[in-house]
């Protein structure tokens, strides 16, 4: 934006924040301490926090959590008695700060008005899913890939710049963060660099050949190691609600949808470019996220051969940096246009405020139409039956085992290794999510499931041979069972099963 009408400055950047943060919860159907894939996250972190927690689920945690030090980090804060949940909250607002921050600074060099700049942020807050890849561009919860995202495209800020040494920074922190997320920026921002600048074509090759070193180091003989090994058909029969892995598998509407990106980043590209309105870099940025679609078709082969490293990298999720700069160029095309001049105020204003109101009014309604039940922002776990009967297994010895309905996460909205701290026989959602890093796991999971069967129809009997087999010592169900009762709070009861 011109420096005469478009900067922002503090007042109005806090001004703007404060929107921005409630409308990306609304659409996010508020905000969830413990939701989702937090089901990861928080037993993560509290084993890092304390060793001792978890005997059982201890290598199940690790499988996943040795690829990040996130765990490590939120482990830190908690032993030095930050709430766990005032800490995921803080950082959920941490990751909406750094994406307004990012939108703000790359509307300054794409756009010339300040009201193209709020209409950026606005469409920001319009949670999407991004078509078969598993993600969506907002989380109602916190999630390092997120926080990786919002770095990420504060990199690409720093690149139309000219700030190389900051972009590489963030990218390194991002992949501190969330490795793979950060991969796909570093690739993005690393041949963008390669087309901008011949000078630092030498440097840059030298850095990729240590890149190259580190990461064969990691999938050898680090965090990564054994991940090129093929996954066999017990072990992809684990993950066959997992489609999205498998592109060659994708329904014929999804490629379309996604590879509508390239026609019009490209399309759009070209319109600005005949408009001479162009950022400095921007070529080079648009090349380097172009070839992260090469890069995807590239991982095809060896995803249908599946390889277990191809799969898990989960490349799809390169068509979230294509959304981002399809939402730039479409809020320019809805804003500015393709003025030669100084693109008039009024049009930017009537764009901004045609996507605060989408976003209003979609946000309401998923509050008030869709979960009318939900709060806006739920800090920490809620005080019903499910928590109440939580808060018990806390105060229960750290080393007892629990069984509990496979998909309790989703019925009860936490799971019990978030909200009860305790080890479970399994919690099948989560659980198989992370079987895909590591087949033991896989198998652990597909058996413990399998055991457990209908857990609508489970008898004394069964349960008590449930306990035997993986060492359980208390049932969580809504039946009555003739069990003895250890603690019940509504229709929950709490069964002894020793």
Not at 82 to 98: E, G, H, K
Request: charged residues 15%.
């Amino acid at each position: 934006m011109s420096s005469s009408e478009g900067t922002l400055r503090p007042g109005i950047v806090a001004a703007v924040f404060v929107p921005f943060v409630l409308l990306a919860t609304l659409n996010s159907a508020g905000y969830r301490y413990g939701a989702s894939d937090q089901a990861f996250y928080v037993p993560a972190a509290l084993k890092s926090a304390n060793p001792s927690l978890y005997p059982r689920d201890g290598a199940l945690i690790q499988s996943q959590a040795k690829l990040t030090i996130v765990d490590e980090v939120i482990g830190q804060l908690a032993r030095a008695h930050v709430p766990l949940p005032a800490a995921f909250a803080a950082l959920q607002i941490a990751t909406l700060a750094l994406l307004a921050l990012a939108a703000i600074r790359l509307a300054r060099s794409f756009y010339r008005t300040r009201w193209a700049g709020i209409a950026l942020l606005a469409a920001l807050t319009l949670r999407h899913a991004i078509i078969q890849s598993g993600t969506n561009t907002l989380e109602g919860y916190f999630h390092p890939r997120q926080l990786a995202f919002a770095i990420g495209a504060l990199a690409i800020g720093s690149f139309i710049r000219g700030r190389y040494a900051a972009m590489w920074a963030l990218v390194v922190i991002a992949g501190a963060v969330h490795p793979t997320t950060a991969l796909w920026f570093a690739i993005w921002v690393g041949i963008a660099s390669l087309v901008a600048e011949p000078r630092l074509r030498m440097p840059l090759a030298a850095l990729v050949a240590v890149g190259a070193l580190a990461a064969g180091w990691a999938l050898t003989f680090g965090p990564f190691a054994g991940r090129f090994v093929t996954m066999d058909e017990e072990w992809l029969a684990t993950l066959t609600d997992k489609g999205y892995l498998f592109p060659l598998a994708w329904p014929l509407s999804a490629w379309l949808v996604n590879l509508a990106y390239i026609p019009l980043i490209v399309g759009l590209y070209a319109y600005r470019r005949k408009c001479g309105v162009l950022a400095p870099r921007e070529q080079a940025l648009v090349a380097g996220c172009l070839t992260l679609v090469v890069i995807f078709l590239s991982t095809l082969p060896f995803n249908a051969a599946r390889l277990a490293f191809a799969i898990q990298l989960q490349p799809a999720r390169i068509f979230w940096m294509l959304d981002l700069l399809a939402v730039i160029y479409v809020v320019w095309m809805a804003a500015e246009g393709g003025s030669r001049v100084v693109a008039t105020s009024r049009r930017a204003t009537i764009a901004a405020l045609a996507i605060i109101t989408l976003s209003t009014m979609r946000g309401v309604y998923i509050k008030t139409v869709e979960f009318p039940g939900r709060r806006i922002a739920q800090i920490g776990l809620q005080d019903n039956d499910w928590g109440r009967v939580m808060a018990w297994a806390r105060a229960s010895p750290i080393t007892s085992g629990w069984l509990a309905d496979p998909e309790h996460a989703v019925r009860y909205g936490t799971s019990l290794r978030v909200a009860g701290e305790r080890d479970v026989c399994v919690e099948a959602i989560k659980d198989r999510a992370i079987g895909m890093y590591d087949r033991g796991m896989a198998m652990r999971t597909r058996d413990r499931v399998a055991a457990v069967g209908d857990f609508h129809m489970l008898t004394p009997e069964r349960a008590r041979a449930l306990a035997q087999q993986y060492d359980l010592h208390y049932l969580v169900s809504e039946q009555e069972l003739s069990l003895p009762i250890a603690f019940r709070s509504g229709d929950l009861r709490v069964y002894a099963l020793r």
